[in-house]
């Protein structure tokens, strides 16, 4: 018995062997979620502060709340320039176009309209819609919007994009005993907040479409 528990242990990572691994990982994840989409950033948040809810360390929500706000705000930070570089440059870039084919014209007008009424304030909402994020930013490239003026609006639009998507796991772990459920009920909803104006704006155009008919 002594043998197999010993055994077990060796097998079974340490909550700090976890922890030095995953918040690398998660500040990575999100960074590269930020410069492609290809990582859903949200959920992964999500899905790490389930986990941290059950870790018995201290301070394991504010590391997660730090990692991915960080991260995220170092990710914006690194497209923008990148897409000022494009800008400035005669032949353009490919993340510019890579910025411009994610933004579609009429949400890019809204987001131009919105950025002169508004200013910074848009940046912090833009990081709270799912898919609000890139033709806000194109809008503020467009705008010759400065890196140092666009970082001080995206700052608190990385901290209030981290918060809520942390409140998401913290309930999403509270609710179920197990780490792996929450996870999955926090990831199902991160999933349906994303896919919700996506589909809304297809109901929208469907019923336009039909009375026009």
Known sequence: MIRLAA?????????????????????????????????????????????????????SLALVFAT????????DAALYWLGRRGLG?????????AIRSRAPRDRLEQAQEKLSEHGVAV???????????????????????????????????????AATYQVIGILGGSLFPEPWEGVVAAVALTVLIGAAPGVWRRVRRSAAVHRSG
């Open 68 to 75: 991915a706000s960080l991260a995220a705000f170092c990710g």
């Open 123 to 161: 940046l912090v909402l833009s990081r709270l819609v799912p898919a609000g994020r890139v033709p806000v930013m194109l809008a503020c490239l467009l705008a010759k919007w400065p890196l140092r003026r666009f970082s001080r609006g995206n700052l608190p639009a990385c901290l209030a994009w």
């Open 89 to 97: 440059s005669r032949n353009g870039s490919r993340w510019l176009e």
């Open 7 to 59: 055994a077990a242990a060796t097998v079974v990572p340490t909550e700090s062997t976890q922890q030095a691994i995953g918040y690398p990982s998660l500040f990575l994840l999100v960074l590269i979620g930020a410069l492609v989409p290809v990582v859903p950033t949200g959920a992964l948040v999500s899905s790490a502060a389930v986990v941290a809810v059950h870790q018995t360390a201290p301070f």
